[in-house]
């Protein structure tokens, strides 16, 4: 099974609308779960991390993301998108059963329309 | 200002060469990594290394060599070997080693093309 997969490979919203992108993951232990922002031919930059702290995180620009563990899930949620949030974005898990590394979900790119 | 450099942005090879991408760090980072981008399918693991004059092999070792014989630094060879190295190449680096809850931190990318 896949351990992290992204529902929905493009994604589209309007400007002002509610963002949503999906992330499930699989791991038989509570898992260290990261999601990332990629703007085209740049590297990759963190926007929040779940850590096992509380389940609702916040990140920068106005994104959260909650951590459900009977879901599985950690789905990334921004009130109102704006242009700037058009980009790829990444969930990623660490878990030891992954030897500790960062396995990255296939990405969701975010179209933002005017 | 402390980061992660990747040189260099673009690379252009000829088939049957070995072409080496840069990576520096000034972080004071102990484990740094290089992934393989391709559209649509994420991050791969190529190699990765938590201490000096040690590292391992990731997901998708196939054709490519490093070395780590400083702490700030962590060359990646793409070598004739690779048969498809046409892609992005990205390093990162993270504080500790086996800290699974440290973010990593990443460069900037090198674009590498097979002509």
């Known amino acids: 099974a896949q351990s992290v997969t992204q529902l929905g490979s493009h994604v589209s919203v309007s400007e002002g609308a509610l963002v949503l992108l999906r992330c499930n993951y699989s791991?038989?232990?509570?898992?260290?779960l990261f999601w990332y922002v990629q703007y085209p031919n740049q590297g990759l930059q963190l926007l929040l991390k779940?850590?096992?702290?509380?389940?609702l995180v916040k990140g920068i620009n106005g994104f959260e993301a909650e951590f459900k563990k009977s879901e599985t899930s950690f789905h990334l949620t921004k009130p109102s998108a704006h242009m700037s949030d058009a980009a790829e974005y990444f969930c990623a898990v660490s878990a030891p059963e992954y030897g500790n590394k960062l396995v990255f979900g296939a990405g969701t790119i975010l179209r933002v329309k005017s | 200002d402390g980061g992660i450099t990747q040189s260099p942005k673009y690379l252009f090879r000829k088939e049957g060469q070995n072409v080496t991408l840069s990576c520096e760090q000034n972080l004071n980072h102990d484990a740094m990594y290089w992934y393989r981008q391709d559209p649509g399918q994420g991050l791969r693991l190529i190699y990765y290394?938590?201490?000096?004059?040690?590292?391992q092999k990731g997901d998708i070792a196939e054709g490519y060599s490093v070395s780590r014989e400083k702490k700030e630094s962590f060359p990646l060879t793409v070598t004739s070997a690779q048969k498809n190295p046409t892609a992005f190449y990205l390093c990162a680096s993270t504080l500790g080693r086996d800290r699974i809850n440290n973010e990593q931190f990443f460069g900037p990318g090198t674009r590498l093309t097979v002509l």
């Open positions: 791991s038989s232990v509570p898992p260290y």
């Open positions: 779940y850590t096992s702290a509380a389940t």
């Open positions: 290394s938590q201490i000096v004059n040690d590292f």
